[in-house]
């Protein structure tokens, strides 16, 4: 760990600390980046010399060391004697306090513990360290015509040169990497630091379009917002493809003129390649990237270039929002719609709105971006909270797809098939065009159920309460909740039959088997996160299909938005009613934003496309909505829906789930919650019940909703509700403030 050379390293000094130091010793207060149950997540360490609020430092806790952020001087109430010292001042910049304050926001909403929020900005005592310095070979001594001629070869392409990689000599000069080591372990090389350039600036006059005035005029309003270094929040409401991510480049070519960082988030890391490559056409070089997929060396990388501050383009998942940005300049929410922006595990938070509130304590730009946004951008933009800018027409001479309902109850697909004739006819004229088919299904794997047809019993989860689902191409049954996975069973597990074990339902898989019977000469692609890999991986898949040397694309959700395909003419939806089944809150408003994110991948080139949804309920007023291009009928109907029931936005939501191994222990929680729930004027709360999983990852599980009006504090109810309370140690307790599903 490296130390800041104005800092004394006291890792060496007992614990006791004080009489080594004497009267020089300060006591500083440490949030510590770890979810501690205590108040506030913060202790006492002592210290040599006076340190700044946001120094961020390592520290002993029992017998581990971890990371935490020095907030200021310790209020003095505890013994100095039982004070542990500082053990490392990592050599980064100190955290903004902005930061720290938002850090105790988010943990206040959330009602987490501020150090399990902090532990995302700090993520590994690794990426503290300074990056390590990169080694390369040179020649120690000029050819000598009397070397064997391998050997001359090494030195002729590395003496006198910059320093290279063993590989990168041996390739050079037409050697094995093993000879290049002998001959440095012989003194014939000498190890030297690579020349790193370090990662290259972003440049804002780079490659940038020209915009039509629509465009331009809210590229402008965004232009002026960073500049103006204040809290702004925008709703970038544009019809698919019509060049919104053009638009906030400019936001961004703003923050990087200004020297500042610009923060881009993706709701899925299916995105990334796409997105990769326009910021590099953009700015000249490819954005810093910040998600679960990369491995530890560029995140560490990644990290430290962020934290030492200059203009940097980061691209990320929702985790790149808790970096500890230097000089953060204005965020980017793309497809701020999407239910991926929510995580479900320990700190609970919806990135959107974290990010709002990091943009407002930080005082910075923030821009939500949407075709179809959610129904709370939609009400705070017409209640004045947020700008909201339109783009009303497509970039270009594009225009928007004609939407066409097949009504399968009319018109069924021929037994063992699943898309109906009317597309299928759709379908040839298209390919015979020499254009491009979409066909989108909501569903992974092959078939989303296996049973018997003798006694009809369904193979299910021996971990969740779920169904298997088959995946062919692998020849096994998985969980897509737990990740639990078998072979194909031979035998029914409750009659014993053989050979009676059926798939049932189509999954994208089965679609593709479907697709290949027919169309046996065109080309196709599957995407969906079980047959794509790493983003590589999707970036070529994307390439072909962009490229024209793919004739039909089968995919799941992952092809449905951010992805432009200029060949693409035809989309047909193999189940529209898909996403309308269960008691979701918010089902239609998901369907809706799917269905025309879906849809709006075709005819983004020369030709109109045409979008076909398969559906048994043409009826639903999302159906005809889209028949219609009718957004604004739509929006209003769900917002008067939910305004007669109370519910988000204009009511609030939290949910309370419980889960313990034992059956009997979940239950023995929920009764000790429902007797001590408090009454409250304005405030309901439902439950216990099973929750609609109710065994998941070998726990039982149950929850309570509370529903409260609008201008109630839902978190002050809930720490007034729970905070006495002291559960078993086997049962954990999530909240979920603003829930978006109740799985």
């Known amino acids: 760990m490296a130390t800041s050379s104005s800092m004394i390293n006291p890792s060496g000094i007992s614990s006791s600390g004080v009489e080594a130091w004497g009267a020089a010793v300060l006591v500083v207060r440490v949030l510590l980046a770890t979810p501690l149950p205590f108040a506030g997540g913060e202790l006492d360490y002592i210290t040599p010399q006076p340190v700044a609020p946001g120094t961020v430092v390592i520290v002993p806790l029992g017998q581990r060391k971890i990371a935490g952020v020095v907030t200021g001087q310790a209020a003095g109430d505890v013994d100095e004697a039982r004070l542990k010292p500082v053990l490392d001042w990592p050599d980064i910049p100190t955290i903004d306090p902005a930061q720290i304050d938002w850090i105790r926001k988010v943990a206040a909403w959330t009602l987490a513990s501020p150090g399990a929020v902090l532990k995302m900005m700090l993520p590994s005592l690794r990426f503290l360290e300074p990056l390590p310095v990169a080694t390369g070979l040179v020649g120690a001594m000029p050819p000598d015509d009397t070397m064997a001629k391998k050997r001359r070869a090494v030195l002729e392409v590395s003496f006198g040169a910059d320093p290279m990689t063993r590989a990168d000599i041996a390739r050079l000069a037409g050697v094995s990497p093993g000879l290049v080591a002998r001959m440095a372990t012989d003194g014939l090389m000498r190890e030297e630091p690579l020349n790193n350039k370090g990662i290259p600036w972003p440049d ?30 925008f709703l970038l409401d544009g019809v698919t493809g019509s060049g919104k991510t053009e638009v906030y ?46 491995g530890q060396k560029a995140r560490h990388e990644n990290f430290r270039a962020i934290v030492e501050g200059g203009p940097r383009v980061v691209v990320g998942a929702r985790s790149a929002l808790f970096l500890p940005f230097a000089d953060l300049g204005v965020i980017i929410i793309d497809e701020e719609h999407d239910p991926s922006y929510k995580q479900d595990d320990q700190v609970v938070y919806h990135a959107r709105d974290m990010a709002v509130m990091r943009a407002a304590q930080e005082k910075i730009t923030v821009v939500m971006v949407s075709a179809t946004p959610s129904l709370e951008s939609e009400v705070n933009a017409e209640q004045g909270r947020y700008h909201r800018l339109g783009l009303s027409q497509r970039a270009g001479a594009a225009s928007l797809p004609e939407i066409k309902l097949v009504n399968t109850s009319l018109t069924p697909p021929e037994r063992g098939s699943w898309i109906a004739p009317p597309l299928v006819t759709a379908m040839e004229q298209t390919l015979a065009a020499g254009q491009q088919v979409m066909l989108f299904l909501n569903r992974r794997g092959y078939a989303p ?63 593709s088997e479907e697709v290949s019977r027919r169309f046996p000469e065109a080309s196709q692609a599957m995407l969906s996160s079980d047959t794509v890999g790493r983003a590589e991986g999707l970036a070529s898949v994307m390439d072909d299909i962009r490229d024209g040397r793919v004739d039909i694309i089968i995919g799941t959700q992952m092809v449905a938005k951010g992805h432009h395909f200029p060949g693409l003419t035809l989309v047909g939806v193999v189940d529209a009613d898909l996403g309308l089944a269960g008691g979701d809150l918010r089902a239609a408003e998901h369907t809706w934003q799917l269905l025309v994110q879906v849809a709006g991948r075709a005819g983004r080139g020369q030709q109109r496309g045409v979008a076909m949804l398969q559906t048994a309920s043409p009826e639903t007023t999302v159906l005809q909505c889209l028949v219609a291009g009718d957004r604004a009928g739509f929006i209003a109907f769900e917002k008067a829906a939910r305004r007669e029931s109370g519910m988000p936005p204009y009511g609030r939501l939290a949910s309370i789930l419980l889960s313990s191994p034992s059956l ?21 709360i439902l439950g216990p019940a099973p929750a609609p999983i109710a065994f998941l990852r070998g726990r039982h599980r149950q929850r309570f909703i509370i529903r409260t009006a609008r201008e109630v504090n839902i978190q002050a109810v809930l720490r007034e509700w729970l905070g006495p309370i002291r559960l078993s140690a086997s049962v954990r307790m999530q909240i979920d403030i603003d829930p978006h599903h109740f799985m």
């Open 664 to 684: 009997q222990g979940v239950d023995d929680a929920a009764h000790l919650l429902r007797r001590s729930a408090p009454h409250y004027e304005g405030v309901t």
């Open 449 to 511: 159920v296996t049973l018997c047809r003798r006694c009809g019993e369904k193979v299910s989860c021996p971990n969740c309460s779920a169904w298997l689902v088959t995946h062919k191409s692998s020849g096994r049954l998985r969980c897509h909740h737990c990740g639990h996975g078998t072979c194909f069973p031979e035998q029914c597990s409750t009659c014993s039959a053989e050979g009676e074990m059926v798939p049932c339902g189509p999954g994208v898989e089965r679609l």
């Open 249 to 294: 480049f400019e936001a961004v070519a703003k923050a990087l003129e200004d020297g500042r960082q610009a923060l881009v988030l993706l709701p899925e890391i299916a995105l990334s390649p796409a997105t990769v490559r326009r910021v590099e056409e953009r700015f000249g070089v490819p954005p810093l990237l910040w998600h679960s997929g990369l």
């Open 204 to 233: 804002p006059s780079h490659g940038g379009l020209t915009l039509n005035p629509e465009q331009a005029d809210a590229a402008d309003h965004l232009g002026k917002a960073v500049a103006g270094r204040d809290y702004t929040p």
